[in-house]
């Protein structure tokens, strides 16, 4: 198998396994997988600005249709997984948090599902082989900032899924 073919599959794991920890009975926020890929983005958004992303940056981040991005918002607002607030300087903008109830789901759905895979890594691996592996990911974050700052990082999901009519 190829390296591509590797990552591809080792993404569709991940995406699936922190799905099924995020749904294990136990909670009461059933997100669809779309709507965890958008909290996904806006999450890592708001890690570039503390203010929050606007509808327009998420839009653009998820590669969707302006329609989409505004579906996609206003069903995770009122699912209370984000707020919309107004910006204190342009009183036309808004960026988007996630609430603090999807906060603690997130941070105890991640924290299960990396620490046990941590664990399995750290007893399958070297140390030596662990710190390697640390390496590598961070510079392959790396190479996918890169690939995002060309504009060929942009996430397409090719649906209409809640496209305004």
Sequence with gaps: ????????????????ALFIYGDSGK????????????????????????????????????GISA???????KKLIDGKYLKKYQDHKDQRKFHLRPTARYESYAGHRNNIFFEELARLIDQEFTEEDCNKLEKMLSAIEEQIRKLEDTGKGGIQDGTDEGKAE
Excluded: W
């Design 1 to 16: 198998m190829e390296l591509k073919d590797e990552l591809n599959s080792l993404y569709k794991k991940i995406s699936h």
């Design 27 to 62: 909670n009461d926020m059933p997100l669809t997988p779309n709507e965890q890929r958008s909290m996904d983005i806006i999450m890592d958004l708001c890690e570039e600005d503390a203010e929050g992303p606007t509808v327009r940056e998420f839009q653009k981040k998820a």
């Design 67 to 73: 329609p989409n991005a505004a579906y996609r918002v």
